[in-house]
């Protein structure tokens, strides 16, 4: 209590006019230390002064005047991503379905921004969905299903031709989702189950035919390996044979000289002629011709007789 006193006495000394005076210089100064502002990066604020635009604050610490100035917005500069709902768009053969976009859009000029449109992302939206069925209206069923890509593009460029007065730059634009009625849906089912299975026909009819045909290939290589087999066996045999032939005429030419040049006679012709008779009737040929000659063959065979005796006595 004595403490609390003490600081209370130094207050009840003052008049009211300087506790006045105390009070209105803490609040200018609570108010001066609470208009400063910080802006930090990626961010824009919108400053009014006296109800107009007066500046637009970047990165830094600003100053903003009580009463006369005041902050209208604070635009951030980041790409910023919108899924908006899914629209129902009628294609140009009058089939009605359900798209789903994103768009993915930046603020390029935050005063624009800010004084351009009441609401910017609502007018964006409703620009989407009127741009894209302006689009769809253009195609057909497969069109559509098939020409994202193109349906992307056309978008993109509207939307950001549109939005370039609010100072918004859109980047980009993609089909998110293209849903068609459910009777589509299943008749596209069976058209796909429908399509695999002429794929799968076609794959097995041309596994077949690219079977036999390999079949008739082999068939028809196995048959010309075989003949060109056999050919080279009857070449082969039939150069054997004419070996053999030659070889046996070799042998009978080179009897021959051999026999001529031994210097056989006329006896030993004859004696040659007689064992050729005799391997004749030794055969089973059932008749013999004998030649006309024969009693010459006898006194020769005599003589070649007492040829061998006369030489038996020479070497005893």
């Known amino acids: 209590m004595k403490f609390l006193s003490s600081l209370l006495s130094p207050v009840a000394a003052l008049g009211a006019l300087e506790i006045t005076l105390i009070v209105i210089a803490i609040i200018i100064l609570i108010v001066a230390a609470a208009s400063f502002r910080l802006v ?36 951030s500069l980041k790409e910023q991503v919108k899924d908006f709902e899914p629209q129902a768009v009628i294609t140009k053969d009058n089939v009605t379905m359900q798209i789903d976009t994103v768009i993915f859009l930046s603020i390029t000029d935050p005063k624009a921004y800010t004084y351009g449109t009441e609401n910017p992302m609502n007018a964006i939206e409703n620009i989407s969905a009127t741009t894209l069925r302006n689009i769809i209206g253009d195609l057909d069923l497969d069109e559509t299903l098939t020409s994202r890509d193109l349906i992307n593009s056309k978008m993109r460029i509207i939307l950001d031709e549109a939005t370039d007065a609010w100072g918004i730059k859109v980047s980009r634009v993609e089909v998110k989702n293209i849903v068609p009625p459910k009777d589509i849906r299943d008749s596209m089912e069976k058209q796909m189950r429908a399509e695999r299975e002429k794929r799968q026909t076609i794959l097995i009819a041309e596994g077949e035919k690219r079977s036999k045909i390999l079949e ?50 006329q006896a030993v012709l004859t004696l040659k002629s007689l064992e050729a008779l005799v391997h004749v009737a030794n055969g089973q040929a059932t008749k013999i011709v004998v030649p006309t000659n024969i009693t010459d063959l006898a006194s020769t065979v005599m003589m070649a007789a007492e040829f061998a005796r006369e030489e038996k006595k020479a070497v005893k």
């Open 40 to 75: 930090t990066q990626t961010k824009k604020v919108i400053i009014e002064r006296l109800g107009g635009y007066y500046t637009t604050w970047g990165v830094g610490i600003h100053f903003l005047v009580p009463i006369i100035d005041r902050v209208v917005k604070t635009v």
């Open 216 to 265: 008739a290939e082999g068939e028809a290589e196995a048959v010309l390996l075989r003949a060109e087999a056999n050919k080279k066996q009857k070449i082969l045999q039939a150069e054997g044979e004419a070996a053999s032939i030659f070889k046996i005429k070799e042998a009978e030419a080179l009897g021959i000289k051999l026999i001529k040049d031994a210097g056989a006679d």
